[in-house]
C-alpha cells in the first residue's frame, strides 16, 4: 500500500495527500465518538449509575487515541510526500495516549465493580472491605502502568537507551545501593499490598492508633489517613498497621459494647437504679436493644462501683449512648437519691480528760 501511494503521488503534489490526510483525522474523530456511543449504550444496559463516570474517563483518551492512530499512518504513507519527520514526536504521543487510556480503563473497572456496593449502608463491612481492595489495587496499576509508559517513552531515545546499558553493565554495584536506597520505600509499597489482601483495616474503620480514636479515611500505597474525631487528620505510614499492635473496632462487625461507670454510696438501693435505666434506654435512639446490663463491678473503701453495659450499632451511636446515660442515671441519683452520693465520713471520739481525738474514716 505504501508503494501505491509512493508511485502514485510525487513530491510536488501535496494537494491530494494534505485532503486526505484531514479527511483521516476527521474521520478517526467521528470513530472515536462513534465508540463512545457505542459504549454508552453498552454501559447503559447494566450498569446505569455509573456510566456518566465511565465515560467521562475514557472518552478524551480514546478520541485522542483514533486521531494519533490516523496521524501515525499519515506520517507512515506520506513522510516521503509532504516531507513529515515527526515519527518520534507522533510516538510519544501515541505512547502517553495509551498510557492514559490504560488509566482510565484501571479507573472504571474500579467504578464498575464499586457500583455495587454502598459504603453508606448500615452492614458494611463487605462493602467496606471490596472498596478496600479496590483503592490500593486501583494506585498500584496506576503506579505500574505510569511506570512502564515512561520507561517506553524513554527508551526511545537513543542517549537514554545508552545511559540505561551503560547502567546494566555495572549492575551489580549500582544495583545493591538502589536497593539500600529503595529498601524502606519497596517496604512501605510491600506493606500496603499486604494491607490489600489481609485487611487488617478497611476504609471507615474505627481504630485507635497512637492514642488517638478515628476512623481510616483513605489508603494509599505508603500511608493511611486517619480522620480523628474532632476533625484532626493523623498520618501513619502504612507499615505501622503490619509492624505495631492497634485497636480496631469494627474488624469483624460494627456494633459495639458501651460502658458507663456510676460510683455510689454503699446504702444506694442498685435495684432501682436497674429499673431506671430499663426506662431510660428505650428512649434514646441510639441504643439497638440488644444489651442492657447494670452490675457493681468494684467495692472500695470510699464508694461501690456501679457499671451499665449497653450496645449500639457502631462506636459513634456508642459514644452518644454512653453520654446521653451517664447525664440520666447522674440526674436520677440526684432527684431521687440524694443522700446515697459518694461521701466521705467523719468520726470524733471524746476521752475522759476532754482532749478531743478525731478519727477520719475515708
Known amino acids: 500500500m505504501k508503494e501505491f501511494f509512493t508511485q502514485n503521488f510525487k513530491s510536488e503534489d501535496l494537494l491530494l495527500p494534505i485532503i486526505f490526510s484531514v479527511l483521516l483525522i476527521v474521520a478517526a474523530w467521528f470513530a472515536g465518538v462513534l465508540l463512545i456511543r457505542l459504549l454508552r449504550k453498552a454501559i447503559h444496559r447494566e450498569h446505569n449509575r455509573v456510566i456518566e463516570k465511565v465515560v467521562k474517563l475514557v472518552k478524551t483518551p480514546i478520541k485522542l487515541l483514533t486521531v494519533v492512530i490516523a496521524i501515525s499512518l499519515i506520517n507512515y504513507y506520506f513522510k516521503d510526500s509532504i516531507d513529515i519527520n515527526g515519527g518520534k514526536i507522533v510516538f510519544l504521543i501515541l505512547v502517553f495516549t495509551i498510557t492514559w487510556l490504560a488509566i482510565a480503563i484501571i479507573r472504571s ?9 454502598n459504603i453508606l449502608d448500615a452492614d458494611n463491612l463487605k462493602a467496606r472491605k471490596i472498596h478496600t481492595q479496590m483503592r490500593v489495587f486501583e494506585r498500584l496499576l496506576i503506579f505500574l502502568v505510569t511506570f512502564i509508559g515512561l520507561s517506553v517513552a524513554l527508551l526511545s531515545f537513543e542517549k537514554v537507551r545508552e545511559i540505561g546499558l551503560s547502567l546494566l553493565a555495572s549492575a551489580g554495584i549500582a544495583g545493591i545501593i538502589i536497593g539500600f536506597a529503595a529498601q524502606k520505600s519497596l517496604s512501605l509499597l510491600l506493606a500496603g499490598f499486604q494491607i490489600a489482601i489481609t485487611q487488617p483495616i478497611r476504609l471507615d474503620d474505627v481504630v485507635i492508633v497512637e492514642g488517638e480514636w478515628g476512623w481510616i479515611e483513605e489508603i494509599t500505597l505508603t500511608y493511611v489517613v486517619v480522620r480523628i474525631w474532632d476533625k484532626r487528620r493523623l498520618i501513619v505510614p502504612i507499615n505501622f498497621f503490619i509492624e505495631k499492635p492497634f485497636q480496631n473496632w469494627t474488624r469483624q462487625s460494627a456494633d459495639i459494647l458501651g460502658t458507663v461507670f456510676i460510683y455510689v454510696d454503699y446504702g444506694f438501693p442498685v435495684e432501682k437504679m436497674r429499673e431506671e435505666m430499663s426506662r431510660i434506654l428505650p428512649d434514646i435512639p441510639e441504643w439497638d436493644g440488644e444489651v442492657n446490663v447494670l452490675q457493681v463491678t468494684d467495692a472500695t473503701e470510699k464508694t ?18 454512653r453520654v446521653r446515660l451517664r447525664e440520666e442515671l447522674i440526674q436520677f441519683m440526684q432527684r431521687e437519691y440524694p443522700e446515697y452520693l459518694p461521701k466521705a465520713r467523719i468520726e470524733f471520739e471524746k476521752e475522759n480528760n476532754l482532749n478531743s481525738k478525731e478519727k477520719v474514716l475515708e
Not at 109 to 117: C, Q, R, T
Request: hydrophobic share 50%.
Open 304 to 321: 461501690m462501683e456501679l457499671r451499665a453495659l449497653v450496645s449500639a450499632k457502631d462506636s459513634p451511636k456508642a459514644w452518644d449512648l
Open 109 to 117: 473497572i474500579k467504578h464498575f465493580i464499586l457500583s455495587s456496593y
